[in-house]
């Protein structure tokens, strides 16, 4: 198994207004958050108009733009460009994670200081803009969470409940469309399989978060199944806080772990948290908007396996 | 229990007004005798005639709602009756003897929460330490992820808190619950005492009742002052708009702090500073004093479907640029799932026990806690821990098995989502009943008392709003939605006359807060038109009422109506005051014109409510025959004349002021123009029945008997309603103080416009006017050349109102906000 892979990516957000927008402000979050099992070489974001920028970082740790353009435009373009290397991430005995009981009961208050593990975990476990905690999601998932279970045998059950019950089909949902939505229909796009993920882990007591990132169109898995969906576009997945590993990222949109095909951008605890591209404008009228995502591997000249961590 | 005996010197009659033996009781003590610190007010009011000093009390306080409710009203609903408070004018007392203990634990728990926010935004050390269950802030919809990690321009988090006390049974007080985002209150409570002050003056300047002005004054200051080295901070209150029930409140207070109201879209982002449209353009704003939820102050970084919030306004807090008060955020503290860590959280932030008790609280969230909770259902009652769950708190004790089984599975369920609270059985106090008028009856209260920053640490309000329960009997907490209020008075120890104290020395003038959004002078403007259509309309409707059955009066009156859009088509003069479909009929204008109003009702007084809703009766009346109608009429113009009166009179002459006044002649010197000239297009127009006629339709028939012993002629009337340049309504008159009000503004917004008509105003000499009055051809040749001018006049006063429109208010163009995700 090859132990790294090198990508060049473009993503490519094109707005076209029917009126001139006098102002417009926008949120990106388009530069790859550094993370054990991946590293930015290269990174660029150009936009069209240019505007006024400010890079900073979020309260969840993600690279932040803050844009500001101030000349009349009708139509913006944001691309943004880069390279970055995937490493393997090592696959996990499910069956030494701890029982899924316990690492809810473990975050309960018990009036003593509760370590950094769970300081951090612990700001995943609730309700977000789009993720209600309520006792339907819970119970969508009961068969998966048998008392005592591994916690990551049952998320990874949940994967695959998710992944078999719901259809893939785009167009058939917005930002709008509720999370109880998507369970009723069963139906969505990568983002809703991941918040419906979500719900139902945080309506158990777990912490969970909003994985957005990339997908490589062909897998590059040397398992050789079909190519992952979601590619084209910004994809989504789940981080479930799993001891003793830590944060392990399934995705249910292809019911897989993360790993090779897949390049993270931001976490937090919903797509509110982590959308690339958000924004307000004065003026305007009607919008179109054109997304575009090119995931290219490329060759490694300077291959150094194993230099980074 | 036996009516309890008064002493000699307090005559007033307590009726029927029992002591609860489970309660504590505010005006009585144990052996059933009136508190001392109540004697007075009793003696003051206490005479053979109390009982009608409680009734003039009441029938004024009903009275002076009314207005005020009829001023701040939606649309001015004449039926408008959904004020949120009712205020029974007797007042709550507390003895100078307990506001010490009262003060010092307001200010400390402001001090307190302050420190708290500064911690949940900053290191979050109690949550690491495990002082704080991580659950509370983190699962609150109101702690904002976006500002972790802000440093307040000002340095506090919180600038106005307010809290809710009660007195248990033992007769000390306790916190119910905190406000801390936006608290609201302040407003009613300086209105329930400025009217007590009104109907019981006596007792309130004579029993040592101390002011709660002055500490509204300071929080003026605290709100203008600001690090930035700006002569003229800005201050502005932000108001969710008309629509939102507490809207009174808003402008109360914007008004009673001197401070300019604006609504989300009046404000705007830029690089990072916050600013005012105003129609001198872009003001800088320092503070913003908030009256909108936290998480819908700014759509591009909390809640992106929040229509009423100004974009980028989170980046222009980061950037330190804006102070807000409270700072967005600070609406995680609203929540009962705090006071049982407040103790706590004290010890470690302040080093210092707290002085006063919050009601006894379990957060479910601890195991321990929500055992207790579970085996203990029937003394507690369970409430929400966020604000966002929708269930009304749940009386353990009222549960059948069912409900106390699916109850628990809930806590069991999501333990952090829920917590319980002791019943509490509020104190009584007396109120002036609703049926002998001065019965006193025994009602449960609780009291709101606001707390200002102020130097380092936060001064407590002497005063506030004491809400009573809707019925005698509620007695706990929570049920006491729908009640009234009272007015607090804290009493000095020595009643005597209050020293004077000089206020603190401002470290500069206060400077008048002139600056006004455009989309108030906007509205403003546009009062000025539509008060003037609806006037001159009104004047010409009655005139053509009186035309009825004079055929060549009745034809020219008609035609008049129609040019004006009195009447969309026939002749039915009782139509046109009922037509509500005819767009540019009186009843569409008059309907236009108090939406104005409505949108600019903090401009407006007591006065202009009174005409708007004498109009909209009017409107809403039917009227049988032409003689109802004439004087339905009558009264109309009698209102219109009032509201412009009061408008002109008692506002402030500021741009705004100006704005309206220009409205106000250009419609009419267009509408003046236009119709002058189609009256010169008539042939009957040499009749002297005729000129009288049209005189009266503009209001100017005395003006001409003053003025010429002639009988009505043509020329004279030209001379009166065209050249006059002293007459109010001529178009020499309109045209002159249009131009100085013009000139005026472009002056005041510093602006170098040279704005004026494009045709002026014809000004014929004497014989040109005499010559129109000729018979023949050459007559009518004449009146013809004078009719077209006045119309390209009408023409120019219509293009300077786009002009006008497009210069100053053009900000409002741009209010279409599209959100991008």
């Known amino acids: 198994m090859n132990g790294v892979v090198r990508y060049r990516l473009q993503h490519v957000t094109r707005y076209a207004y029917a009126a001139e927008v006098m102002i417009s402000q926008h949120l990106l979050h388009l530069v790859p958050r550094p993370a054990p099992y991946q590293r930015c070489l290269d990174h660029s974001i150009e936009v069209t108009p240019a505007g006024h920028r400010v890079d900073g970082t979020d309260a969840f740790g993600n690279p932040i733009v803050r844009l500001e353009i101030d000349v009349p435009h009708t139509s913006l373009t944001v691309t943004s460009r880069m390279e970055v290397d995937v490493h393997a991430r090592p696959r996990l005995p499910a069956s030494e994670s701890l029982p899924w009981e316990r690492v809810a009961d473990g975050f309960r208050y018990r009036a003593v200081p509760p370590g950094r593990d769970l300081l951090d975990a612990g700001r995943f476990r609730y309700e977000s803009p789009h993720v209600h905690i309520k006792r339907e999601y819970a119970e969508f998932a009961a068969d998966c969470f048998a008392p005592g279970r591994p916690l990551l045998a049952a998320a990874e059950a949940l994967m695959h409940k998710i992944h078999a019950e719901f259809r893939y089909e785009p167009g058939t949902t917005t930002i709008g469309t509720s999370v109880a939505e998507v369970l009723q229909e069963r139906r969505g796009v990568c983002q809703d399989f991941a918040h419906v993920m979500i719900a139902c882990l945080r309506s158990r007591g777990l912490a969970a978060r909003y994985v957005s990132g990339y997908v490589r169109g062909v897998s590059s898995s040397d398992e050789g199944d079909s190519a992952p969906v979601g ?16 944060w392990v990222d399934l995705d249910p949109t292809n019911d897989k772990p993360a790993g090779l095909d897949h390049v993270a951008i931001a976490w937090g605890r919903d797509f509110a948290d982590v959308s690339p591209l958000r ?9 179109t908007l054109e997304v575009e995502v090119t995931v290219e591997r490329i060759a490694i000249a ?7 961590r | 229990m036996p009516t309890p005996s008064l002493p000699p010197s307090v005559p007033l009659a307590l009726g029927d007004y029992r002591r609860d033996a489970g309660r504590h009781d505010e005006l009585l003590d144990d052996e059933g005798r009136v508190r001392s610190h109540w004697q007075g007010l009793f003696t003051s009011l206490g005479n053979p005639r109390g009982g009608a000093i409680a009734r003039r009390a009441i029938d004024a306080t009903r009275r002076l709602i009314a207005e005020n409710g009829v001023t701040y009203n939606v649309y001015a609903d004449p039926q408008g009756t959904d004020r949120p408070w009712t205020l029974d004018p007797l007042p709550l007392l507390l003895a100078a003897g307990e506001w010490p203990t009262i003060e010092a634990g307001l200010a400390q728990r402001a001090r307190l929460l302050d420190a708290l926010l500064a911690d949940l935004y900053g290191p979050q050390r109690l949550i690491a330490e495990g002082i704080v269950p991580a659950e509370i802030p983190f699962g609150h919809p109101n702690f904002l992820w976006a500002c972790h990690g802000l440093r307040p321009a000002s340095g ?13 049974p033992d007769g000390g007080w306790w916190i119910l619950s905190d406000r801390t985002q936006a608290p609201s209150g302040a407003g009613y409570a300086l209105e329930n005492r400025e009217i007590v002050e009104q109907v019981l003056p006596g007792p309130l300047g004579t029993l040592g009742v101390r002011r709660i002005g002055g500490a509204f004054g300071r929080l003026r200051d605290e709100l203008l002052r600001t690090a930035d080295d700006d002569d003229a901070p800005l201050a502005v209150v932000l108001t969710p708009g008309p629509y939102n029930e507490t809207y009174f409140e808003h402008a109360y207070l914007a008004r009673r702090l001197g401070l300019a109201l604006a609504e989300g879209s009046d404000l705007t982002v830029r690089n990072d500073t916050l600013y005012l449209k105003t129609l001198r353009g872009l003001r800088r704003v320092h503070t913003l004093l908030r009256r909108l939820d936290d998480d819908y102050c700014d759509p591009l970084e909390l809640r992106g479907d929040s229509a009423l919030g100004i974009p980028g306004l989170l980046g222009a807090v980061r950037a330190g640029r804006v102070r807000i008060t409270n700072e967005l955020g600070s609406g995680v503290l609203e929540s009962a799932a705090w006071l049982g860590f407040l103790p706590p959280i004290a010890e470690r932030l302040l080093g210092e026990r707290l002085i006063l008790p919050s009601v006894a609280t379990w957060w479910c969230g601890e195991r321990p806690a929500l055992e207790y909770v579970l085996a203990h259902l029937d003394e507690l009652v369970i409430k929400p821990a966020y604000p966002n769950q929708r269930f009304e708190p749940i009386f353990g004790a009222m549960l059948s098995t069912a409900g106390r089984a699916e109850l628990s599975a809930r806590l069991r369920a999501f333990p952090h989502t829920y917590v319980a609270q002791e019943y509490v059985s509020l104190s009584q106090a007396p109120v002036w009943g609703q049926g002998a008028p001065h019965a006193l009856a025994a009602k449960a209260v609780s009291i709101r008392i606001q707390t200002h920053a102020s130097g380092d640490g936060f001064e407590v309000v002497p005063g506030g709003l004491a809400r009573i329960a809707p019925s005698t009997a509620a007695n706990i907490v929570s049920t006491q939605r729908g009640g009234g209020s009272k007015d607090l008075w804290v009493l000095r120890d020595a009643p005597a006359a209050p020293a004077f104290v000089p206020a603190a020395v401002a470290p500069r003038l206060p400077r008048a807060q002139d600056d006004i959004p455009s989309r108030l002078v906007e509205n403003l403007y546009w009062f000025g038109r539509y008060g003037a259509r609806a006037e001159d309309k009104t004047r010409l409707l009655r005139s053509a009422v009186g035309a009825q059955g004079y055929p060549r009066l009745w034809t020219t009156a008609v035609a008049q109506c129609r040019i004006t859009g009195l009447l969309a088509d026939g002749d039915d003069v009782a139509q046109a005051l009922a037509d509500d479909q005819n767009p540019f009929g009186l009843p569409s204008d008059v309907r236009r014109l108090v939406w104005c109003a409505g949108q600019i009702r903090e401009r407006l007084s007591a006065g202009c409510w009174a005409a708007v809703a004498a109009m909209q009766r009017l409107l809403q009346g039917s009227h049988a025959d032409d003689e109802e109608i004439a004087s339905g009429l009558d009264e109309l113009a009698l209102s219109l004349t009032a509201l412009a009166g009061f408008a002109l009179d008692d506002m402030t002459q500021d741009s705004g002021w100006r704005l309206l006044r220009i409205g106000r002649s250009v419609e009419r010197l267009q509408i003046t123009a236009m119709r002058l000239a189609l009256h010169l297009r008539e042939a009957s127009i040499m009749q002297p029945a005729q000129v009288e006629w049209t005189l009266g339709t503009f209001d100017s028939l005395r003006m001409y008997r003053q003025r010429y012993v002639t009988a009505p002629r043509l020329a004279p009337m030209l001379d009166l309603l065209v050249r006059d340049a002293d007459h109010p309504r001529s178009i020499g008159f309109l045209h002159r103080r249009l131009e100085a009000d013009l000139a005026r503004i472009g002056a005041e917004v510093e602006q170098s416009v040279d704005d004026r008509l494009e045709a002026p105003p014809p000004c014929p000499p004497d014989e040109d006017l005499l010559a129109l009055e000729q018979a023949g051809a050459a007559g009518s040749e004449r009146r013809e050349l004078l009719a077209s001018s006045l119309d390209e006049l009408a023409a120019a006063a ?11 208010f053009a900000h409002i163009a741009l209010d279409a906000r599209a959100i991008l995700s």
């Open chain 2, 798 to 808: 219509a293009r300077l109102s786009d002009r006008i429109a497009a210069r100053h």
């Open chain 1, 302 to 308: 300077d291959a150094r396996p194993g230099a980074d």
């Open chain 1, 279 to 287: 924004g307000t404008i004065l003026g305007g009228g009607h919008h």
């Open chain 2, 156 to 168: 506090r988090w919180l600038t106005i808190y307010a809290a809710d006390l009660a007195r248990g």
């Open chain 1, 231 to 246: 590619a084209g576009a910004s994809h989504a997945w789940v981080s479930v806080w799993v001891p003793p590993f830590g």
